[in-house]
């Protein structure tokens, strides 16, 4: 465990573009170990996140919509379990490896933001035309050299490593009822995305998507079942 731990530490303190021949696949006792540091990981960032509210040193953010009864038990797991693994890691940990998917994601976060803001669904318009003049200018400039586009990317990649699980982490202020007007102290409400987010790029860059996604349901069905248990 200790040099799984250590090896996941050395890479989220400088994320580095990994070669696509050097995924490699985990083995059961690896990925099961990292199921159990992404478990914990949430569960700390968890409890600091309750401490901070219950020492009245961030706002009370209020109910959560996780525990509404909106939806059935079985919705709220398949929901939880299976979709939003896929779609999330679609859109967030997909992008790690290409720097046109990265511009596509800066954009979608644009558009998400401003509709977020403006309480409209209007203002997500913005995210094509500013992806559309965003690519054009790096068509015309970073594109034009394979060795200036590498470079180039390499420098920013551990910026937008963690930009992107910044990102992960905010969006997932949508699970309370205030939302957006938690900010600016949104990511004190969301360290457990936080953590997760960041572990799930790990083990996307060094493993692979598909075993992010597989990381990321089995953790929300750790989440999941903690949450039913107490009903």
């Given at each position: ?7 996941v530490f050395c890479y989220l303190r400088y994320p580095w573009l990994t ?36 020492q009245q040193l961030i706002p009370d953010p209020g109910p959560s919509l ?166």
């Open positions: 465990m200790r040099p799984l731990i250590k090896e070669a696509m021949g050097s995924v490699s696949r985990p083995s059961f006792l690896a990925f099961f170990r990292l199921t159990l540091i992404c478990v914990l990981a949430g569960i700390t960032a968890g409890s600091l996140s309750g401490i901070l509210v219950r996780l525990e509404s009864h909106d939806v059935s038990q079985l919705q709220f797991f398949i929901g939880a379990v299976f979709i939003a693994p896929i779609l999330e890691e679609s859109i967030f940990r997909a992008q790690l490896r290409r720097f046109s998917a990265g511009i596509l994601f800066i954009t979608f976060i644009c558009g998400l933001l401003l509709s977020a803001f403006t309480k409209t669904y209007w203002a997500f318009l913005i995210s094509p035309f500013l992806f559309g003049i965003l690519f054009v200018i790096y068509r015309f400039t970073i594109a034009g050299s394979i060795s200036r586009k590498f470079n180039f990317w390499n420098r920013i990649f551990p910026w937008h490593f963690h930009f992107t699980a910044i990102c992960f982490a905010l969006v997932h202020l949508g699970n309370f009822e205030k939302g957006v007007s938690l900010l600016p102290w949104g990511i004190l409400y969301t360290l457990p995305q936080l953590a997760i987010g960041l572990l799930l790029g790990y083990t996307r860059m060094v493993h692979g998507l598909k075993y992010s996604i597989a990381l990321h349901s089995l953790y929300n069905l750790c989440f999941v079942i903690l949450l039913f248990s107490k009903h």
